[in-house]
């Protein structure tokens, strides 16, 4: 069945439905094709001259057929734009408890700062003599991160906590390297409630993936590390706070023991909003963390702009860190942009970013440091890990809790037993969240957790503001129970688009458009 743009219904929508609309659009939230299907190659926006007589010197390069370019008018293009940008569900529309992501909320100030034309205008091939004060903001938010994570070093460049993942670990392999150990130490252990992330990086740099169990109670234990190590280990790759929420209680041990075996620890900094100004990871033994500008420090996510994955180092990885890096010569900052010009005593692995990495987010970032002052920070921190205690408290009678006896750091980890013999399963309560507006929290992950559900309101929020979510889960909790599951089973009821084949998108994903054959009008 075809509505009226040509766009195929879903099952479900349409004739099914009592009150199916001819347009697809449901009240004021519009379908919105591809720009491809709602222009015409006949329209354009703006009036060009006929170029004058001219002759090509193009040859047999000259583009023989139209460019092909969707021609709209310009309240047309306008609409299509405005209209895609309130599809886009973000921190600034709602509560986003996406556990692991921290999704608070992105101060003004930050994005003031971060327009101030001194820092927006500035290009990376200028001359370096032309921004010193883009240096200088650098170095200030190096020097804050590695006071707040007493750690002697930082690499500002890589662009996601993922490639910060990769700059660790590329700087741990070239420290082994170093040390003769190339050959030799070719495994890294990863909990098996890690990110899917520490895996793959480690795996894309040549490393072999060694899983360390998860215990019973959602820890990682000395002893199990200790039992894989051995000459072959090169590192692990432990996260901390980890992605049950929970504060690792033998993180030391288990760094000494690492190091005692001549490995290294990398530490997963993603959860870093919980402990900053409460637990240094240098003096945990870590000897390199990446650290989220995007999540901790406030800047956008993803398609509100893009990441940004310091990685902080340790004294025997600093020598190892990728070009560029601001060195200081008798008081006076270097750029150091190339492995050739890398100052006495360090041999950079090679660089991992075009230029400089995201100034925008660092602006973003320092302003968030500089406006929250230490104490500030350190409030931060215990706000986001009352807060998701409080959504633990609230909803802990009615949703089961897999680790009930270790406190919950600044998300709630919830599993599915409470749901059992109701039919209703973790995909299925999510997506009714969608039709009460909130975005569902982190389902599904960690994997060590039946059936997980992560929440992680962060410090943003309000109590009136988690007092409405928690009501709405446990309105919804009390649902499960009910004889009526098709709040559950065929949610989302109002969202524009049903429910979507996530996997069939994942792995056949659409990623080109295809003019399609006109359709022969149908004889009426
Ligand atoms: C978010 C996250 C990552 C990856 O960070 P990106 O910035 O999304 O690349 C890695 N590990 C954990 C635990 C995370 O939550």
Redesign the pocket.
Request: aromatic content about 0%; proline content about 0%.
């Given at each position: 069945m075809l509505n009226r743009q040509g766009r195929p219904t879903q099952a479900g929508e349409g004739a099914q439905e009592a009150h199916a609309t001819f347009t697809g659009n449901r009240a004021l939230q519009q379908i919105e094709p591809l720009i491809f299907e709602i222009g015409r190659y006949e329209t354009t926006g703006v009036d060009i001259d006929k170029p004058g007589p001219f002759k090509s010197r193009l040859g047999k390069l000259a583009r023989k057929d139209g460019i092909g370019l969707p021609g709209l008018s310009e309240p047309e293009a306008m609409r299509h734009y405005v209209r895609l940008s309130q599809k886009n569900y973000g921190i600034d529309t709602g509560l986003f408890p996406l556990g692991?992501?921290t999704m608070k909320h992105n101060a003004r100030l930050n994005e003031k700062m971060a327009r101030l034309p001194g820092f927006s205008d500035v290009h990376p091939l200028q001359p370096v003599s032309t921004v010193p004060g883009a240096l200088e903001l650098m170095q200030e938010l190096a020097r804050y991160l590695m006071v707040l994570t007493g750690m002697p070093a930082v690499s500002l460049s890589p662009k996601?906590?993922?490639?910060g993942?990769l700059c660790g670990m590329m700087a741990i392999k070239a420290a082994i390297a170093a040390k003769g150990e190339g050959e030799t130490r070719r495994t890294v252990l990863v909990p098996e409630s890690a990110?899917g992330?520490?895996p793959a990086t480690a795996a894309l740099i040549g490393f072999v993936v060694k899983p360390v169990p998860a215990r019973e109670d959602g820890t990682v234990a000395v002893e199990d590390v200790k039992a894989l190590l051995g000459p072959d280990v090169a590192a692990i790759m432990l996260?901390n706070p980890n992605?049950c929420g929970i504060f690792e209680p033998q993180i030391v041990e288990i760094a000494a023991a690492m190091h005692e075996a001549g490995a290294y620890f990398y530490c997963?900094g993603?959860?870093y909003n919980a402990i900053v100004g409460k637990a240094k990871p240098g003096d945990l033994g870590v000897d390199a963390m990446h650290i989220?500008l995007?999540?901790t420090f406030s800047t956008p996510h993803g398609g509100g702009g893009p990441?940004s994955?310091p990685v902080v180092l340790s004294e025997r990885l600093a020598p190892f860190a990728p070009v560029p890096f601001i060195h200081l010569e008798d008081g006076a900052p270097r750029l150091v942009e190339n492995v050739a010009d890398a100052p006495e005593g360090n041999a950079p692995f090679g660089r991992i970013t075009a230029f400089h990495g995201q100034m925008g987010m660092y602006v973003r970032a320092l302003t968030y440091m500089l406006s929250h002052g230490a104490d500030g920070m350190k409030q931060a921190s215990e706000d986001a890990v009352l807060n998701a205690n409080y959504i633990r408290a609230g909803l802990q009678d009615l949703m089961s809790l897999p680790f009930p006896d270790h406190p919950s750091m600044h998300e709630a980890l919830f599993d599915d037993e409470w749901l059992k013999g109701t039919g209703v399963t973790t995909l299925d309560f999510a997506k009714a969240m969608i039709d009460e507006g909130y975005h569902p929290m982190t389902v599904y992950f960690p994997l060590v957790v039946h059936g997980a559900m992560l929440v992680e309101p962060t410090e943003s929020e309000s109590k009136a503001s988690l007092d409405l979510f928690i009501a709405t889960l446990r309105d919804l909790a009390m649902a499960t129970k009910g004889n009526d599951k098709s709040r559950f089973t065929g949610a989302p009821h109002h969202a524009p688009l049903r429910r979507l084949d996530e996997t069939r998108a994942a792995r056949q994903p659409v990623l080109k458009w295809v003019k399609p054959e006109p359709i022969a009008e149908a004889a009426e």
């Open positions: 692991s992501c996601a906590g993922a490639h993942e990110h992330t520490n996260t992605t997963d993603a959860n989220n995007h999540k990441g994955g």
